[in-house]
């Protein structure tokens, strides 16, 4: 799989690390921390995901992916995406 890092271009996946779905937000207190670091949606289609490209810029990335095809349809730095 290519993912297109938006500040080395277009690298193969073997240079980042994959962290996973990029929605869940860390909640301020304890009260929802169990939910947020072990309970993860499984969606077949379009998913948010944060990669970071260890063996590059070392940027964290936010890459939308469909996970039916693993077909790539944007990436942006993780620092600009919506929050
Ligand atoms: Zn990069």
Redesign the pocket.
Known sequence: MRIP????GE?NSGEFVYRGDAAPMRPEGAEGLFDYVYLRENPAGPLREHWY?AQ????W?EVTRDTRNHVISGAILAREARR
């Open positions: 890092c938006p500040y080395c690298r490209h590059g810029c070392r940027n990335i």
